[in-house]
C-alpha cells in the first residue's frame, strides 16, 4: 500500500472520530458536514505535499 494511501485511511479515520464527537456534542448536521468536506480537503492536500517526489535536479 501506498503512503498516499496510508495517510489518507489515517486522516479518513480522523475525521470520523471527530464527526462521531460532534455529533455527540449535538452539533447541527450542517457545520458536521462542512467541517468534514474541510477537512477532507485539507488530509487530501496534505497527502499530496507529504507523499510527493521531488523532481529530479537538472
Not at 7 to 34: E, F, K, R, T
Not at 41 to 49: E, K, N, Q, S
Request: glycine share 14%.
Amino acid at each position: 500500500m501506498s503512503s498516499f494511501a496510508i495517510y489518507l485511511i489515517g486522516i479518513i479515520i480522523v475525521i470520523g472520530g471527530l464527526a462521531y464527537i460532534a455529533v455527540l456534542a449535538h452539533v447541527p448536521n450542517q457545520w458536521i458536514v462542512g467541517g468534514v468536506v474541510v477537512l477532507l480537503g485539507l488530509g487530501i492536500l496534505g497527502a499530496v505535499t507529504k507523499t510527493r517526489r521531488k523532481d529530479p535536479p537538472e
